[in-house]
T-cell receptor, first 111, second 119 residues
Framework: AQSVTQPDIHITVSEGASLELRCNYSYGATPYLFWYVQSPGQGLQLLLKYFSGDTLVQGIKGFEAEFKRSQSSFNLRKPSVHWSDAAEYFCAVEGFQKLVFGTGTRLLVSP | DAMVIQNPRYQVTQFGKPVTLSCSQTLNHNVMYWYQQKSSQAPKLLFHYYDKDFNNEADTPDNFQSRRPNTSFCFLDIRSPGLGDAAMYLC??????????????????FGPGTRLTVL
């Protein structure tokens, strides 16, 4: 069965600094991978997705993610974090028409 | 704009009193999902409808039921809410399988959620 691991529960980044959120997945076939963001009290918003092709995918709000099959990873990056990026970030893998989510990483942005 | 709408955004109910949460969509997607998300946890799939076909997750309690009277609407019924059912309930939709680069995948669109409080 597919699974997702997000090893960092919390991350604090200074505003303007770069960000990388880690995601490792387990899936037997070609994975379909997603990153979602959730602001407090809100639903999930899709940041980006990977299903094939170029391993570096661009998303909304200046985010990008790189798929590395050899490492079973799909890490999310942003070169310069803004205070509005403070939120919960979920990595997910799709299998059999279902999304399996990681436990999330809460991003805190310090001034 | 096409979207997924959930009503109410906040629901308070009493222990054991039935409650219904509503989800509607203007995306005309044929698949609708209900997730339960407890504080600081990942969303957990309860069930989904593929058109009119209901698909229950094996570990979803019998206390949770769902109805989908038409393509646009889907309801989550909690027959006898317990304190442990307090959570955010998220509705999502998807347009079946979407082709991308010769592969088919499932992209889900989420509503804003309903925060359920059980007193």
């Amino acid at each position: 069965a597919q699974s997702v691991t997000q090893p960092d529960i919390h991350i604090t980044v200074s505003e303007g600094a770069s960000l990388e959120l880690r995601c490792n997945y387990s899936y037997g076939a070609t994975p379909y991978l997603f990153w979602y963001v959730q602001s407090p009290g809100q639903g999930l918003q899709l940041l980006l997705k990977y299903f094939s092709g170029d391993t570096l995918v661009q998303g909304i709000k200046g985010f990008e993610a790189e798929f590395k099959r050899s490492q079973s990873s799909f890490n999310l990056r942003k070169p310069s974090v803004h205070w509005s990026d403070a939120a919960e970030y979920f990595c997910a893998v799709e299998g059999f028409q279902k999304l399996v989510f990681g436990t999330g990483t809460r991003l805190l942005v310090s001034p | 704009d096409a979207m997924v709408i959930q009503n109410p955004r906040y629901q308070v109910t009493q222990f054991g009193k039935p409650v219904t949460l509503s989800c509607s969509q203007t995306l005309n997607h044929n698949v609708m999902y209900w997730y339960q998300q407890k504080s600081s946890q990942a969303p957990k799939l309860l069930f989904h409808y593929y058109d009119k076909d209901f698909n229950n997750e094996a570990d979803t309690p019998d206390n949770f039921q769902s109805r989908r009277p038409n393509t646009s609407f889907c309801f989550l019924d909690i027959r006898s809410p317990g304190l442990g059912d307090a959570a955010m309930y998220l509705c999502a939709t998807s347009r079946d399988r979407v082709e991308g680069g010769g592969n088919f995948y499932n992209e889900q669109f989420f509503g804003p959620g309903t925060r359920l409080t059980v007193l």
